[in-house]
C-alpha cells in the first residue's frame, strides 16, 4: 500500500491520558468500539481510559476485562485507569496491586470523585510508588464547591446564578498533593488543569523536584466562560471554562512544559441526559476528534509550539506519564508504526453529525478549524484514512 504524504507532516500516534469510553455501563453514550473510532479519527493510537464506569475499574477483574475489550473492539491500544478508591467512594483503597500484577495498570485517579481525604491519598500514594505507578488527581475539592458548582467562580457567575468553582478549589487540592508526593516520594499527575492559580502551585512545586505533571484539555486551551451566558448545557463542563486571563496561563504552561501534557477529558454524554436546563445536565465534552486541531489552533499557528513541540506533549509525555512502553517514542528500524500524517493547511467547519463518538455534545459544532488528520496508523494497520468514512 503506497501513501502520498508529500507536504504532510509525520507525528508519533497521539496517546490520550484522559479517554471516558462509558464502556461497560453506558454503552448508549460509547462503547470501545465508537471511542477509540473517534480516537483514530483524531489521530491517537492509544488512549487511557478512566475508571468512572459501571461497574468502576476497582479491581484486577474489571480492568482484565476492559483490555480484553480493548483487544476485541479497540481501533486503538485501550489502556485502563485503575480507581484509586473502591467505587471511586472515596473511602477504601481499590485493589491497586492487582490492577497493577494483573492488568499493568499504572496510572491511578479519582476522576470524577475527588478524594477528598488526604490520609487516604497518602496511602494512595505509598501503595502506588512500589510499583512506579501514578496517581492522577481529579484536582477539585468538592469542599470548596457544592456538588451542583458548574461555572467559573465570578461576576459571571453570579449574574447568572450558577454555582460557582473557584479557582482555589483546584489549587489548593493539587497543593496539598504536591506536598503529599514530597512526603511519600512518589508521583502525582493533575488532571485537566484549568486555572492560572494551579499554574503557579505547579511551578513552584516542580521548582522544589517534587515529581508532578499535569494535563491541560483543549477545551480549557480555547474556550472561556462567557460561552455559558447561553446556557447552552453544551458547555457545561468540570472543572469549567474560565475567563481569558485562565487561558492565557495554561497556553504559556503548555508552552514551557510546566503542564506536560494534553489530555482531553473526553466525556460523551447521550442526548437525555445533556438536554436538561443547564444546572441539571451532565458535565463533559467530546474532545477526541479535535484535540490536535485545536492544538494546532492555540499553540502551533500562535507560535507557541513546534511540530517536535506537538509530538512530546501529545504522544511522547503521555506515554512517559502512563509508563506506556509500546507508543509515544520513535520507532526502532522495521517496528509497525504507530503514526498520523498530518495536512498543516485543511481546515473545516466541525459537524457533530460527522462523529464516529455515539454522541454529540461536540462544543467546536459550527466552528471552522484546522482539519489536521490525513491517516492513523496504529501498530503497522491503518485505522483511519480522511475519506474513508
Ligand atoms: O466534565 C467532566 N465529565 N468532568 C469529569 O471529571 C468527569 C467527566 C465525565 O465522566 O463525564
Ligand atoms: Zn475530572
Ligand atoms: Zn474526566
Known amino acids: 500500500e503506497r501513501v502520498d504524504a508529500h507536504g504532510l507532516v509525520a507525528l508519533p500516534g497521539l496517546v490520550d491520558l484522559h479517554t471516558h469510553l462509558r464502556e461497560p455501563g453506558r454503552e448508549d453514550a460509547e462503547t470501545v468500539a465508537t471511542g477509540t473510532r473517534a480516537a483514530a479519527r483524531g489521530g491517537f493510537t492509544a488512549v487511557l481510559a478512566m475508571a468512572n464506569t459501571n461497574p468502576v475499574t476497582d479491581t484486577a477483574e474489571a480492568a482484565e476485562h476492559l483490555l480484553a475489550l480493548g483487544r476485541r473492539d479497540g481501533a486503538a491500544q ?185 489530555g482531553t477529558d473526553h466525556a460523551p454524554h447521550a442526548r437525555h441526559d445533556k438536554e436538561h436546563a443547564f444546572a441539571d445536565a451532565s458535565p463533559g465534552m467530546l474532545g477526541l476528534e479535535t484535540a490536535l486541531a485545536v492544538v494546532i489552533e492555540t499553540m502551533v499557528t500562535t507560535g507557541r509550539l513546534d511540530w517536535a513541540g506537538v509530538a512530546e506533549r501529545m504522544s511522547y509525555a503521555p506515554a512517559r506519564i502512563a509508563r506506556l512502553s509500546g507508543q509515544g517514542r520513535p520507532l526502532a528500524v522495521g517496528e509497525p508504526a504507530n503514526l498520523v500524517l498530518v495536512d498543516p493547511a485543511a481546515r473545516s467547519v466541525v459537524d457533530r453529525a460527522a462523529s464516529a463518538s455515539l454522541s454529540r455534545n461536540n462544543p467546536w459544532h459550527g466552528r471552522e478549524l484546522p482539519d489536521p488528520v490525513v491517516l492513523t496508523v496504529w501498530a503497522g494497520r491503518v485505522t483511519h484514512r480522511r475519506g474513508g468514512g
Open 78 to 262: 485501550v489502556v485502563p485507569v485503575g480507581a484509586v478508591s473502591k467505587g471511586l467512594a472515596g473511602s477504601e483503597l481499590a485493589e491497586l496491586g492487582l490492577m497493577a500484577r494483573s492488568a499493568g495498570v499504572r496510572v491511578f485517579s479519582d476522576d470524577g470523585h475527588c478524594v477528598a481525604d488526604a490520609r487516604l491519598m497518602r496511602r494512595a500514594l505509598e501503595y502506588v510508588r512500589a510499583f512506579d505507578g501514578v496517581i492522577a488527581q481529579h484536582a477539585q475539592d468538592p469542599r470548596l464547591a457544592g456538588t451542583d458548582a458548574c461555572c467559573h467562580e465570578g461576576e459571571l457567575s453570579g449574574r447568572l446564578g450558577l454555582p460557582g468553582w473557584p479557582p482555589a478549589a483546584e489549587a489548593t487540592i493539587v497543593a496539598r498533593d504536591a506536598e503529599l508526593a514530597a512526603l511519600t516520594g512518589s508521583r502525582v499527575h493533575v488532571c485537566h488543569v484549568s486555572s492560572a492559580e494551579t499554574v503557579d502551585v505547579l511551578r513552584w512545586a516542580q521548582k522544589r523536584g517534587i515529581d508532578i505533571t499535569a494535563e491541560v484539555t483543549p477545551h480549557h486551551l480555547m474556550l472561556t466562560t462567557d460561552l455559558l451566558s447561553s446556557y447552552d448545557p453544551t458547555y457545561k463542563v468540570n472543572p469549567p471554562l474560565r475567563p481569558d486571563e485562565h487561558v492565557a496561563a495554561l497556553r504559556e504552561a503548555l508552552a514551557d512544559g510546566t503542564i506536560a501534557a494534553v
